[in-house]
């Protein structure tokens, strides 16, 4: 992938705010390239349905073609790239602005998924997958400035740690959701509220 990171446009986060597309797009990126088929299997629709959400991400540039595979009847798809990072700053218009609470409600939909999975095959995992599990959360009083001085940190230390054990003996994909922001109902907002 020439780009391992993307950064959508409003347009291209209100193509990400469909919980389906997202859910292509990780398993694209995690699984390697596929099929609207195969795709269809995993999440369990319609090929009719499948391809259009994979026409909806290629249209804003999220996945391409891969030509070196399949025939004129099977089409494969391949991500174009390995992150997201959505500027949740630059809205301007009131539209930009659901675009962007839309993508933000895919994204907690998803990582909720995700967590509920885990907690249902936590007592499963062999013991030393499940000793290095974690549901923490801490409440901190910080201000803003030393709020995004943490994250910057955080994802600093995590970025590190990517690709580390890639080639190892008993490597698996480990998941690190990081969720960082106000308590809800804690700040003064800004602007009209629904």
Do not use: C
């Amino acid at each position: 992938m020439a780009d391992s990171t993307v950064t959508p446009t409003s347009a291209g986060l209100r193509a990400l705010s469909h919980p389906t597309r997202l859910k292509m797009l990780m398993l694209l990126r995690l699984e390697g390239p596929a099929t609207a088929t195969q795709l269809a299997q995993l999440l369990r629709l319609n090929t009719g349905a499948t391809s259009y959400h994979l026409r909806q991400l290629a249209e804003h540039g999220f996945i391409v073609e891969d030509a070196g595979r399949g025939d004129r009847r099977d089409r494969w798809w391949r991500a174009a790239h390995m992150n997201t990072r959505a500027d949740l700053d630059s809205r301007t218009t009131e539209e930009e602005a659901e675009s962007t609470e839309a993508y933000l409600h895919s994204v907690a939909l998803l990582y909720t998924e995700t967590l509920m999975q885990f907690a249902a095959e936590h007592r499963y995992l062999p013991a030393p997958w499940r000793s290095a599990s974690t549901t923490s959360d801490w409440h901190l009083r910080l201000t803003p400035e030393r709020a995004e001085e943490l994250v910057l940190a955080l994802v600093d230390v995590i970025e590190g740690w990517t690709e580390a054990d890639e080639d190892s003996p008993g490597a698996d994909t480990f998941v690190v959701n990081l969720n960082a922001f106000p308590r809800p109902g804690t700040v003064v907002l800004e602007g009209p509220q629904a």
